[in-house]
């Protein structure tokens, strides 16, 4: 089959998705790239060849003669690119969290479901195989009907990955239990089989709003200052003119089949990892590790405290950014830019993931409160969970 033709918008950290994408002669082939620093446009032709096509105005391309894009720009464009493309009917990949509102993602989907473009959007997270490896546990059946899920999100890169650039000012994320938050909340969605429809959080900012070194970074990216030696975290250097956003939070969910839920986001910790323990009717699970090395352990047996675990499943990590997600996800995206139908990243379940993120913020914000969560309207609902239908295939005639 020939290669479909792809765009990529943005080239930051996130652009390694776009060298996964590019498979010349192999299924796929990135044509085009945009990034509003041409430093970044000029770099794509080094790294994905000469014959590229750069801009810096993603509107140069809704007309290219593309296949697909890729939209790995900062989260606050996401829905303006997004629904500029999909209006286009120009099939979309669009980075994580889809916007930084309810609304925003609403709106994306209202987009695509009326021009009947396909979006696909990449919570990698789902394609990890220590999640996949919860997921299947969970479906056979060991530790019965699940009632609660607990998640506690150690951000050990907090000061470097998120309060020295655009990250830290909530204009462009609206806040981290979102941002950051968006990829665990879809997955104790997943791993509870619902959603969230009421929450309330608490959080603060509790160590990087005591430090003034600041400065603009326009002119870097995160590589350039990432370092291991930035510890501890109080005495980082550096951070973003604008720093608003909560480096400590936690919320509780309600979900709409009655399952009860928490995450707990920290950004100064020592280590770098996640931890789920799921509780069912007849067990419990939980994962040490989330990468190559991690396992995850069973208890289905009643007794005091034991390490050993009655079932302990290792969990092998493929080559690959994200523990081999990235690829996956990837491949995943290019066999529904030419087939279409159902994909284990649902654009609804990311919607679903942002509102809950959105509404624990407001409470967060304003004194704890519950904050009911809106679910997607229905008609729209079923139009995604239906496989997208009414898509058109893509690139099949492609030369």
């Known amino acids: ?115 009947r473009t396909r979006l696909f959007v990449g919570h990698n997270m789902r394609h990890m195989p220590v999640v996949t490896a919860m997921r299947e546990l969970i479906e056979r059946g060991e530790i019965g009907e699940v009632k609660a899920v607990w998640c506690r999100h150690f951000v050990g890169h907090g000061g470097d990955f998120y309060f020295k650039d655009w990250h830290a000012d909530r204009r462009n994320t609206t806040g981290l239990l979102l941002q950051k938050g968006a990829h665990d ?38 590589t350039d200052w990432l370092s291991e030696n930035n510890w501890p975290p109080r005495t980082l250097t550096g951070l973003n003119p604008v720093v608003d956003v909560e480096d400590l939070s936690m919320m509780q969910m309600q979900l709409d089949n009655g399952v009860l839920a928490s995450y707990q986001q920290c950004h100064y910790t020592p280590d770098y990892w996640r931890n789920y323990t799921v509780i069912g009717t007849e067990g419990r699970l939980e ?46 995206f290019l066999r529904f830019l030419r087939e279409g139908g159902t994909t284990v990243t649902s654009p609804v379940a990311a919607r679903e993931a942002v509102a809950a993120g959105y509404a624990a913020t407001v409470s967060l914000r304003d004194g704890g409160r519950p ?26 005639e492609r030369g």
């Open 1 to 115: 089959m020939n290669d479909v033709r792809l765009g990529v918008i943005g080239l930051g950290v996130r652009g390694g998705l776009a060298a996964l994408a590019h498979r010349p002669g192999a299924g796929a082939r990135v044509t085009a790239a945009c990034d509003t620093d041409p430093r970044m446009a000029a770099l794509a032709q080094d790294r994905l060849g000469r014959s590229v096509r750069t801009t810096t105005d993603h509107r140069d391309l809704l007309d290219a003669g593309l296949d697909g894009v890729l939209v790995l720009t900062p989260d606050h464009t996401h829905e303006r690119i997004a629904t500029d493309f999909l209006a286009a009917g120009v099939p979309v990949f669009l980075e994580k969290p889809m916007a930084i509102t309810t609304d925003g993602c609403d709106q994306v989907l209202r987009t695509a479901h009326k021009h």
């Open 371 to 396: 904050v009911d969560v809106p679910p997607v309207d229905a008609e729209t609902a079923a139009y995604f969970d239906g496989g997208q239908p009414g898509s058109t295939a893509v690139g099949a």
């Open 287 to 332: 994962n040490f590790g989330d990468s190559e090395g991690a396992e995850i352990r069973v208890w289905n047996r009643r007794s005091g405290y034991r390490a050993e675990a009655d079932v302990t499943k290792p969990v092998h990590s493929p080559d690959g950014s994200h523990g081999g997600a990235d690829p996956l996800l990837v491949d995943a």
């Open 185 to 222: 909340i879809d997955v104790i969605h997943w791993l509870a089989g619902g959603y969230s429809r009421r929450v309330n959080a608490m959080g603060a900012l509790t160590v990087y709003g005591g430090i003034t070194s600041r400065r603009d970074r326009d002119a870097h990216r995160m």
